[in-house]
């Protein structure tokens, strides 16, 4: 059982780490994950009857070397990878101490290779979390709700892309580096909010949205002088401590200013402020940042038993200017309200509206509007608003809230909302 266990520990920590280094030596990462494969099923077959070794990664790395090696020697087309093979067998030593047994760590440039522009900006995400994190691509189809056999199939297309255009394993160069930077921050936000947006607390879901805060967490890591690597680790972990509190003991949904502070991680609030102080020295805010400072203020009502409304509108505001988005437009109307009241705002997201017809199929903007018009005693205008916004949601817990928020606001003789079938959704975190 020992055996088994390291074997599986070993896949869950250094999965990502050893697929680099094969990728980084053989150039083919479709080839790797498969010698990897082969390396630890050989694991779960020797460790428990011969021990584990001393060095697990290197005992790993060596197995799935010869494992490339001999495939390299069967398949004419991949002759040109003996060569680096070769050259990487020394420093590869199982039976050395596990403590003096370095090998580089390689999963900064596979991020990088996997936000290639020459990759479906699509499956950028889904790439990452394949190669650096080893999530089958069965679980990742399940997030992001698209068959398993596409899925699959277009990962393998997107790792034979990169196999047969020859992209290089290499970091971009320092003009690129930010534009690609921010293409791997992105998918990790991407598979963040496909993750928290997935109408529920199941296994999947809340397995999606760990696995992008471990991508944000490494991309903090390996990338210490990106302040908004550092922002947008802080934004996970802040809405990753509101999680226990979103919903209530019988399953429904609590909105952010009905939620109980108590019930939020203290221990993931604090690493956020201090990710997100550590991003701001560097003095030059994004949106990540921007966006984590919005959720900070909120954080600290559980210290201070109030939002600072008038701090909230100035950081969206900031956060506008530099980043426009239809969610930030939505939320910074939401502020209003609570400043300069209902009217005024109601007249505003009309306004918005008006000039971005399309921020009418945006869920949150319905919900809002229909909030509104509700405290502005406009209770027919409200009831509609209400079945659009039930309309436009996937998650069956806020379909339900809003469902009570219409009963409330409907007139005696109206019936309730209806709950229709076409429920796309548009929120984020």
């Known amino acids: 059982m020992e055996g088994r266990r390291a074997a599986e520990l ?38 428990p009857v011969e021990g584990v070794p001393r060095a697990p990664e290197a005992w790993l790395l060596v197995v799935a ?58 499956l950028q995400a889904p790439l990452m979390l394949q190669t650096v994190l080893g999530l089958t691509a069965s679980r990742i189809a399940a997030a992001f709700l698209v068959a398993p056999a596409t899925m699959g199939q277009r990962l393998v297309r997107a790792k034979a892309k990169i196999r047969d255009a020859g992209i290089p394993f290499v970091l971009p160069p320092d003009e690129a580096l930010p534009a690609r930077s921010a293409a791997v921050l992105q998918a990790i936000y991407a598979a963040y909010t496909t993750g928290w947006n997935g109408g529920g607390d199941d296994g999947r879901d809340r397995g999606l949205t760990r696995e992008a805060v471990l991508l944000a967490r490494l991309c903090a890591a390996l990338l210490p ?8 680790l802080a934004l996970l972990l802040h809405c990753e401590a509101r ?3 979103r919903r209530a003991a019988d399953g429904s949904y609590v909105p952010l200013l009905e939620q109980e502070p108590g019930q939020w991680d203290a221990a993931l609030i604090a690493e956020a402020e201090a ?10 805010p994004g949106r990540f940042q921007l966006e984590a400072a919005i959720q900070s203020l909120h954080a600290h009502r559980a210290v201070s038993g109030r939002v600072d409304w008038p701090a909230l509108l100035g950081l969206y505001d900031a956060l506008l200017a530099l980043a426009p988005s239809a969610g930030a437009q939505v939320s910074r109307i939401a502020v209003l309200a609570e400043l300069a009241g209902p009217a005024g705002a109601l007249a505003e997201l009309d306004a918005v509206a008006a000039a971005e017809p399309a921020l009418t199929e945006h869920q949150p903007w319905w919900a809002l509007r229909a909030h509104l ?9 409200a009831q509609q608003a209400y079945r659009r916004a039930i309309a436009l949601a996937d998650d069956p817990a806020v379909r339900g809230f809003l469902g009570q928020r219409a009963a409330a606001a409907a007139p005696a003789s109206a019936p ?3 709950d229709p079938g076409d429920r ?6």
């Open 10 to 47: 070993a896949a869950r920590q250094s999965f990502g780490k050893l697929v680099a280094w094969l990728t980084a030596h053989c150039g083919d990462v479709a080839a790797a994950e498969d010698a990897l494969g082969d390396a630890f099923l050989a694991a779960l077959r020797r460790w």
């Open 424 to 429: 796309r959704h548009a929120g984020r975190p």
């Open 373 to 381: 018009l509700q405290r502005t005693g406009q209770a027919g205008e």
């Open 65 to 122: 070397r010869r494992r490339l090696i001999d495939r390299a020697r069967r398949d004419r087309t991949l002759e040109q990878l003996l060569p680096e093979l070769d050259a990487a067998a020394p420093g590869l030593d199982p039976d050395t101490s596990e403590n003096a047994m370095e090998i580089p760590d390689e999963r900064l440039r596979l991020l990088f290779l996997c936000a290639h522009p020459a990759i479906d900006p699509g």
């Open 416 to 418: 309730l909302p209806d």
């Open 275 to 284: 990710a997100l102080t550590q991003a701001s020295q560097a003095g030059k």
């Open 225 to 232: 002088e990106e302040p908004e690597a550092g922002g947008l």
């Open 243 to 245: 999680h226990g509190a």
